[in-house]
């Protein structure tokens, strides 16, 4: 008994064979090519989650992909904000970010939220530099140009990427925070996707995935088994115009077009709070989110 207890798993050690195989051509195929990862959601409160994703960014890393990751931490801001004596804000899911708003949203950003994700991607044998878009003029914002006003909201207008190609090549992976400078020197809060989309094109990635708190883009939204799996650009534009993609969603789908505008091959809408989701959407032939790409 004893004997047969040590006797290897067979089927087990036959299907991580399968899986390693199925990998194969698409570590081919994106082995140094640059991966912009948009970081936000369940995935980044809930620590077993966390520790997977942050897992799955050092495998890219490790097997020679180069991940850069920008996050959120609308969250951490609002419980900041709270603690500080300021109640949270929102119209249509943005922050309302006066003056003060956006100098917590800094603080926690750029102070605890990426430093601290700096520090969890080494424990998990990654090298990893933190950065905002102040940092070497990466980029350059302007104020969000629609109504109703939100204060220092921004958007980006110019990105430079050499600082975090310059990261990529010497080894590191950059886990950028959304904050970004004006023309005149004012501070900018800038929705992550947005942000992630609009460097993804200059960056010259080959994909952008956006990990976020729902499984992709619904035919119909009422009806879980009507995921889109692939939704090309002309179709994505459609279904905004019509109401079928709207709330959350729009940024979301808006930051997969701008990438695409930019060069980037596929984007990726992806349910973060599927452990190792993002190995799973990469590296095999079915995926489990929405796909966007060109027309």
Sequence with gaps: MEESKNQPDMEGLRHRAAVLIEALPYLRQFRGHTVVVKYGGAAM???????????????????????????????????????????PEFVDG???????????????????????????????????????????????????????????????????????????????????????????????????????GRIAGPLQ?????????????????????SLISELDAGRAHKMIAEGGIEAGMIPKVQACLDALDGGVRRCHIVDGRLPHALLMELFTDVGIGTMVSPE
């Design 205 to 225: 990635a080959s994909k952008l995935v956006l990990l976020t708190d729902v499984r992709g883009v619904f035919k119909d939204r009422s009806d879980p088994d």
């Design 45 to 87: 409160l809930d620590a077993g989650l966390r520790t997977d994703v942050l897992k799955d960014i050092v495998l890219l890393d490790h097997v020679g992909l180069h991940p850069v990751v920008v996050h959120g931490g609308g969250p951490e801001i609002s419980e900041m904000m709270r603690r500080l004596g300021k109640e």
């Design 94 to 196: 943005q922050r309302v970010s006066d003056a003060e708003t956006v100098e917590i949203a800094q603080m926690v950003l750029t102070g605890k939220t990426n430093p601290d994700l700096v520090a969890a991607i080494h424990q998990q044998g990654g090298r990893a530099i933190g950065l905002s878009g102040k940092d070497g003029a990466m980029v350059v914002a302007r104020k969000h140009g629609t109504a109703p006003d939100l204060g220092n909201v921004g958007e980006v207008a110019e990105v430079d990427p050499s600082l975090v190609r310059g990261l990529i090549s010497q080894g590191f992976i950059p886990v950028i925070a959304p904050i970004a400078a004006g023309p005149d020197g004012e501070t900018f809060n800038i929705n992550a996707d947005h942000f992630a």
